[in-house]
Structure formats: structure tokens, C-alpha cells
């Protein structure tokens, strides 16, 4: 006998939140516009008015979510038992992997700053953002967050995420992993080494 109950549906504000991601994603943030979303969502856009009190309150949540998957992926890609190197390389992987599947648009929270240059909330969860990568980097080489090492490290990590923007090529991504992955080594953290 066949079961007779349906899957559920998800929410207004996920199917909004959803739409807004996929739209900010290929488009841009200022060329999507809200009938737009609404329209990928499939709500009326009443509900987007009841769950968001403006465009603005959307790119804010929108950038939340993405915080929260960057977060969550990076600790589902991280294992304590490998070696520094290894872990950073995980991080640079990830990237590597989006590009060749051609899902990567670029950084949302740097598109959103550009985007939206003079928006205080915007710019604060893209703080937050960067805090993370900084924390998350630190941890993997075991180093205080403001450490020159992990300075370099999320230089790199910005450079791949430009490289894999501007160029869409895994390769340069790779580059930069090869040469965070030699910042991670342990003789390279050795006090008095470069």
C-alpha cells in the first residue's frame, strides 16, 4: 500500500529565502528585483512583506544562510586527525570543486559589499563572515587568529575566491592551495622562519 502523505512544504520564508539565493546568485543583488523573487518563490508577495520588512532585511537573511552553510560545510570538511596542511588544503578543495561545477558565482558577501556599499547590516554580516574564515583557518593551523600566518592564509583564500571568479579556473585555485598549503607546514611556522 502507498503511503498517501506528502512530502512537506517548505515555508514562505525558506522558498523566498531560496528563490533570493539562487537570483542574487546569477544575477546580482541590485538587478534582482522583489516581484522577481516572489515570482521564483512562488508566494504572494504579501508573504514577503510578513517575513521580511524590506529588500534590504532579505540580502541580510540571505547572507545569514550563507554564513551558516560556509560555517557548517568548513566543519564537515575539516577532520582534527590530519595534518595542517591537509585541512587547509580541504578548504581550497571545496573551492576547486565548486568552480569545476560550475556553481561558484563569487563570494556573496564580497558581492553584496559591492553591491550594496553603504549598507551597515550587509557590511556587518560580511564582517562576520571574514571573522569566520579567519577563525576557522587558525584553528586548522593552530594558531591564533591574529597570527601573521593565518594573515597570509586568508590572503590566499581570497586570492583563489578572486581567481575562481575572474578566471573560473580550478587550477589557480589549486595554486593558491599548493602555497597555503606550504605557509601550514610546521618548519614554515617555526619561530624565526619565514
Request: aromatic letters at 6%; a negative charge; proline letters at 3%.
Amino acid at each position: 500500500m502507498e503511503s498517501t502523505i506528502a512530502a512537506p512544504v517548505a515555508s514562505a520564508r525558506a522558498r523566498l529565502l531560496a528563490s533570493a539565493s539562487h537570483l542574487f546568485h546569477e544575477n546580482g543583488i541590485n538587478a534582482t528585483g522583489i516581484d522577481l523573487v516572489v515570482r521564483g518563490a512562488g508566494v504572494a508577495k504579501a508573504s514577503l512583506y510578513n517575513n521580511f520588512a524590506s529588500k534590504e532585511a532579505l540580502v541580510v537573511a540571505y547572507l545569514e544562510n550563507e554564513l551558516d552553510g560556509w560555517v557548517e560545510q568548513s566543519r564537515a570538511l575539516d577532520d582534527a586527525q590530519f595534518s595542517p596542511q591537509a585541512r587547509v588544503a580541504a578548504v581550497f578543495e571545496a573551492l576547486a570543486l565548486s568552480v569545476e561545477s560550475q556553481t561558484f558565482y563569487g563570494c556573496p558577501f564580497t558581492n553584496a559589499v559591492i553591491e550594496l556599499p553603504e549598507c551597515v547590516a550587509v557590511r556587518q554580516v560580511a564582517d562576520r563572515y571574514r571573522d569566520a574564515v579567519r577563525s576557522h583557518l587558525a584553528g586548522l593551523v593552530q594558531e591564533n587568529p591574529d597570527a601573521g600566518v593565518v594573515s597570509r592564509l586568508v590572503l590566499l583564500y581570497d586570492g583563489a575566491i578572486t581567481a575562481a571568479k575572474v578566471a573560473r579556473d580550478a587550477d589557480l585555485v589549486r595554486e593558491a592551495s599548493a602555497m597555503a598549503q606550504d605557509l601550514a607546514s610546521a618548519d614554515h611556522r617555526k619561530p624565526g622562519t619565514r
